[in-house]
């Protein structure tokens, strides 16, 4: 019994695939358009390549126009294995063009790493909840891990105006200006980098580089810490002792307010009068 013919058409192995793109060459650019071969060289990739373009979300034709510019290389015609080269320039491609979908812009930029790298775009519709509730590009850091524990009528005021009361607290109360200054922009430095109060007072706590920037011992930067950020026990949270003087003056308080506050003043004088400007402590 003899085996049926095989109706494959050439093109579909390796080196029918070259015989066919070299044939193509020599007639002319004209001949991709002609040329009945052609046409159905195309609608074989777009079968071939169909699924994968469908798993970038794609057409099968947007996988056959990028077999067709590959086809036309001469790295196409003249590799050890031509569908081998087709088939990874398919690939790159629809790759390149499902995030070129997605980031909203050109192929050609979608091609490179420090562009691919970014999420697609989103409307802000897309999701129930509003991007600017949750996304921490829209939040402010430093005045959202102070208002931890705030009741809903507060309204703060601005940050930087409040980080400069602090300071004048602290100079009013006997610290030096510099170190004043220098230390409350630390601790607001890593408040803005912390989930809230308490996380960046444990890191400042156990922070050691403090002590040699501002050229105090242990003691006074603790009592700088609980007098800016709060005492942290569970018992004063609620005090003023426990809010500190920076959530004070975010809250409303004035400077005039927090001088006259005797728990805060207490340790703020105190740690002031153990100052030795000069004579380092590390």
Not at 26 to 44: I, V
Not at 83 to 94: N, S
Not at 134 to 152: C, I, K, S, W
Not at 178 to 199: K, M
């Amino acid at each position: 019994m003899k085996r049926p013919a095989d109706t494959r058409p050439p093109f579909t192995d390796s080196e029918g695939l070259r015989a066919t793109l070299h044939r193509l060459h020599s007639a002319g650019e004209q001949s991709w358009r002609d040329d009945p071969e052609a046409a159905e060289l195309m609608r074989y990739t777009m079968d071939k390549y169909g699924a994968l373009a469908r798993k970038h979300r794609l057409e099968p034709e947007e996988a056959a126009v990028a077999a067709f510019e590959v086809m036309r290389t001469r790295a196409a015609r003249d590799a050890c294995d031509p569908w081998a080269v087709v088939t990874r320039a398919v690939q790159v491609t629809l790759i390149a063009e499902e995030r070129a979908n997605g980031l909203l812009c050109s192929t050609h930029q979608a091609r490179r790493p420090q562009v691919s790298a970014h999420h697609d775009a989103e409307r802000f519709s897309d999701r129930d909840v509003a991007l600017i509730d949750y996304h921490p590009a829209f939040r402010d850091n430093l005045m959202t891990a102070l208002a931890d524990g705030l009741n809903e009528d507060n309204e703060p005021t601005n940050a930087f105006f409040a980080l400069d009361d602090t300071v004048e607290v602290f100079i009013e109360l006997g610290w030096p200006t510099e170190i004043a200054r220098s230390g409350v922009e630390y601790i607001c430095n890593r408040l803005g980098r912390s989930d809230n109060r308490q996380a960046a007072f444990e890191a400042l706590r156990r922070d050691r580089h403090p002590l040699a920037l501002l050229d105090i011992d242990q003691s006074a930067w603790l009592s700088m810490l609980r007098a800016v950020l709060g005492n942290q026990s569970s018992v004063r949270a609620k005090t003023n002792a426990g809010r500190g003087v920076l959530l004070l003056l975010l809250i409303g308080y004035d400077v005039d307010d927090v001088l006259d506050m005797p728990e805060i003043a207490r340790t703020i004088v105190a740690a002031a009068d153990a100052l030795v400007p000069g004579a380092s402590r590390v």
